[in-house]
């Protein structure tokens, strides 16, 4: 008798492609700019934000085709998330932005459970599983997932090394960031003329947490007269390491 589970089997090389991606950095970066891009590769198109800061102005200006729906509070996250993964939509890419403000509502939403009054542990372990249940379902879902969200600088109290990474809150910063694909983060840097420009750094830093896992180089910058990198620039780093390696 065959195996029932070689139904499901499948090469490699289908699933080498970006399923989940946290863009983090300071505010102003570009950082939901870089994400809607998507838009402009057929395979990702159309694009939803899910506006949960209020930090999608801009983006229309650049990307016209790009959809937005404001998310203001856990409910009403809570309602999307299980309308994204259960009903008949058009999107092939979503973008949460921004994530650790998700989890703050979601904090506020699990501290004023009756059970969870008197026990902040309680809350927190709410917390922790719904931060981690949200983004191993969107990492699964059949869109691409992007997550945009704060940095944060953390020092070592033994060496005094500082050390930056995504916001997230609670114990789920350890747990979080193993799922995605992909973590890169927004920053500026001087052009060989001294001039600001946006890159995304998805590669090795002695100071900077990051995750790559498609060979890229560590740092990805805009092509042509561009003000910072796109999707697209993500999508022909990815093809071309995939060449490299065969």
Same mark, same amino acid.
């Given at each position: 008798m065959t195996a029932e589970f070689l139904k499901? =089997?499948?090469?490699?090389?289908s699933v &080498?492609?970006?399923?989940s991606m946290i863009i983090f950095g300071e505010y102003g970066v570009g950082k939901t700019i870089l994400a809607a891009s998507a838009t402009e590769i057929e395979d990702y198109a159309p694009v939803l934000i899910v506006d949960i800061e209020g930090s999608a102005a801009g983006v229309g200006r650049l990307y016209p085709d790009v959809d937005v729906v404001e998310v203001d509070s856990y409910e009403k996250l809570e309602a999307l !998330? =299980?309308? #994204?993964?259960k009903d008949e939509h058009p999107y092939k890419t979503v973008i +949460? &932005?921004?994530y650790n403000v998700g989890q703050n509502r979601a904090e506020k939403f699990f501290k004023q459970k009756p059970e969870n009054i008197n026990n902040k542990f309680g809350a927190w372990? &709410? #917390?922790?599983?719904?931060?981690?249940? +949200?983004? !191993?379902e969107m990492h699964h879902a059949p869109f691409l997932a992007v997550f945009i969200a704060h940095s944060q600088t953390e020092k070592d109290d033994n060496t005094g090394k500082l050390t930056t990474t995504v916001k997230i809150s609670g114990s789920a910063k350890t747990d979080v960031p193993a799922i995605p694909d #992909?973590? *890169?983060?927004m920053e500026f840097v001087p052009d060989d003329d *001294?001039?600001? =420009?946006?890159? #995304? !750094?998805?590669g090795r830093s002695s100071s900077i947490i990051t995750k790559n896992r498609f060979g890229l180089p560590d740092i990805i910058g805009p092509s042509g007269d561009a003000q910072g990198p796109t999707l697209t620039d993500i999508q022909r780093e990815i093809l071309i390491a995939k060449e490299g390696k065969k």
């Amino acid at each position: 008798m065959t195996a029932e589970f070689l139904k499901a =089997v499948k090469k490699a090389t289908s699933v &080498d492609k970006i399923n989940s991606m946290i863009i983090f950095g300071e505010y102003g970066v570009g950082k939901t700019i870089l994400a809607a891009s998507a838009t402009e590769i057929e395979d990702y198109a159309p694009v939803l934000i899910v506006d949960i800061e209020g930090s999608a102005a801009g983006v229309g200006r650049l990307y016209p085709d790009v959809d937005v729906v404001e998310v203001d509070s856990y409910e009403k996250l809570e309602a999307l !998330r =299980v309308s #994204l993964l259960k009903d008949e939509h058009p999107y092939k890419t979503v973008i +949460f &932005d921004t994530y650790n403000v998700g989890q703050n509502r979601a904090e506020k939403f699990f501290k004023q459970k009756p059970e969870n009054i008197n026990n902040k542990f309680g809350a927190w372990a &709410d #917390l922790k599983e719904w931060s981690i249940q +949200f983004m !191993r379902e969107m990492h699964h879902a059949p869109f691409l997932a992007v997550f945009i969200a704060h940095s944060q600088t953390e020092k070592d109290d033994n060496t005094g090394k500082l050390t930056t990474t995504v916001k997230i809150s609670g114990s789920a910063k350890t747990d979080v960031p193993a799922i995605p694909d #992909l973590i *890169g983060y927004m920053e500026f840097v001087p052009d060989d003329d *001294g001039n600001p =420009v946006r890159v #995304l !750094r998805v590669g090795r830093s002695s100071s900077i947490i990051t995750k790559n896992r498609f060979g890229l180089p560590d740092i990805i910058g805009p092509s042509g007269d561009a003000q910072g990198p796109t999707l697209t620039d993500i999508q022909r780093e990815i093809l071309i390491a995939k060449e490299g390696k065969k």
